[in-house]
């Protein structure tokens, strides 16, 4: 019988792991000992930004781009790595995780804000982990869980101490307006079809969700199984991705798309500016990574999109992918019905509110 050689013992692979991360955490930190960041979220990004080309690698050398770097680590590592769901997760992070964090510990570094994208990428990375572990547990891998894995959940700490910082920290623009405001919430839905059409997208999106939601549960209901049969046989896939991620998004997503309708009818909802940039991070990072892992040639034939209904599930995905960020597009680039209104009597004693509601710096 051969040995395994002592660098690929599994306990050695986490000590290992574990030693790089604290290295480069040192690194960074030293670096900076003369100037130090004020921010401490800089090191999460330092480090992470590392991690990220690690993922990209280990992406390339599953698709045989690239060979001859993760070999041993693919085998006695993290083997579920190499599933459809995993490889396209890790093209998101080594490619898309890693341009935001280089963007982010720039702008730290000018002592600038980053509010906006940090968000996003809370969501993202909150999505992409949560997705990630629950499905190695609940997926076929589940049997193959080696020490190695428990740094995963550092990865999800992270994102999710990050996003309660971003979110308790002081907004990059105000809450409250003016002239400008009191007449874009005086206007009846009616009388803003950009709302009223994204109203209709987000009543779409929760019936897509459901639907996939109570599929991804079994529901005997003949639309579901229907559905899983002829249109997503995906979500039937045994490595778990795929039924977690409908999961994630109809207990999370579902109730959050909801609250967008009521804040798309009702003024002053001042929250939709973090929580729509939040959930647009996580929808996009799930959709690309559940589109792709269909659509990935690793995927067995059975449980890939039929040709006959390709177009119209992929339009579907996309179209629902693209919807909260349509929304958080909405929101940013005009507030106004967004935020609280400042009281005060009549139309007079507010010197400059117009002016004041039209100075939005996005940091």
């Not at 898309?96 to 993202?124: E, P």
């Not at 959940?153 to 009191?182: C, E, H, S």
């Amino acid at each position: 019988m051969n040995s395994i050689p002592a660098f690929q013992e599994p306990y050695v692979i986490l000590g290992i792991g574990v030693a790089v991360l604290v290295v480069v955490f040192l690194f960074y930190f030293l670096i900076t000992r003369g100037n130090p960041p004020k921010d401490a979220l800089f090191f999460v990004f330092a480090v992470f930004s590392f991690t990220c080309v690690i993922d990209l690698v280990s992406a390339l050398e599953y698709d045989g781009i690239i060979s001859g770097f993760m070999t041993f680590y693919q085998t006695t590592g993290e083997p579920y790595l190499g599933t459809p769901y995993a490889i396209m997760m890790c093209y998101w992070d080594g490619i898309v995780h890693f341009v935001m964090y280089l963007m982010m510990i720039g702008r730290i570094t000018d002592r600038k804000g980053y509010r906006t994208l940090g968000l996003i990428w809370a969501g993202s990375l909150c999505a992409n982990m949560s997705v990630f572990i629950a499905g190695i547990v609940a997926g076929k891998y589940g049997s193959e869980i080696r020490p190695v894995f428990w740094i995963n959940f550092l990865f999800l700490l992270m994102p999710v101490w990050g996003a309660i910082t971003l979110f308790t920290r002081p907004k990059d623009r105000p809450l409250i307006g003016g002239y400008n405001a009191q007449q874009a919430q005086s206007m009846k839905l009616i009388w803003r079809p950009t709302d009223m059409i994204l109203v209709v997208l987000l009543i779409t999106a929760m019936a897509f969700t459901v639907l996939r939601g109570l599929a991804a549960l079994g529901s005997p209901l003949e639309a579901c199984s229907s559905y899983v049969k002829h249109y997503e046989p995906y979500l039937k896939d045994p490595v778990g991705y795929p039924k977690v991620m409908m999961l994630h998004l109809f207990f999370y997503g579902l109730p959050l798309l909801g609250a967008f309708v009521y804040g798309l009818l009702k003024p002053g909802c001042t929250w939709m500016s973090d929580w729509t940039l939040f959930l647009a991070g996580a929808m996009i990072q799930c959709q690309w990574a559940h589109i792709g892992g269909s659509l990935h040639p690793r995927t067995a034939a059975q449980f890939r999109i039929p040709n006959e209904v390709f177009w119209s599930v992929l339009v579907a995905n996309l179209l629902y992918a693209v919807t909260p960020i349509l929304v958080a597009l909405r929101v940013r680039n005009n507030p106004y019905f967004f935020l609280k209104i400042a009281p005060f009597p009549g139309q007079t004693g507010l010197p400059n509110s117009e002016e004041k509601d039209t100075k939005f710096k996005d940091k």
